[in-house]
């Protein structure tokens, strides 16, 4: 709703999980920290790809640690 009401691209992050991922969470087993670092690397290329590029948008991300939503941000804070 937010990115509608912007005028702004919506991304859910879920999207950006790699194969591997997402046969993990279907078969019940939880993510760690090294299964999640191909995910935050797509999720960084793209918002740093639009920020180079003056794109908004809007990312639904459940990066709940620190240090994840540190690293998406540690390119450009903006």
């Known amino acids: 709703a937010l990115a509608e009401q912007l005028g702004w691209k919506f ?3 879920d ?3 790699p194969q591997e991922n997402i046969d993990k ?3 019940g087993k939880p ?3 090294d299964d999640r670092k191909p ?3 797509r999720l960084r290329s793209r918002t740093d790809g ?3 590029l003056g ?3 809007v990312l639904a991300c459940s990066a709940l640690k620190h240090s ?3 690293y998406l941000e540690s390119e450009d804070p903006d």
């Open 25 to 27: 969470m279907r078969g």
């Open 55 to 57: 794109e908004n948008l």
């Open 50 to 52: 639009a920020c180079r």
């Open 15 to 17: 999207d950006f999980h």
């Open 11 to 13: 991304l859910d992050a």
């Open 39 to 41: 995910w935050l690397d």
């Open 31 to 33: 993510l760690n920290d």
């Open 68 to 70: 994840y939503q540190d």
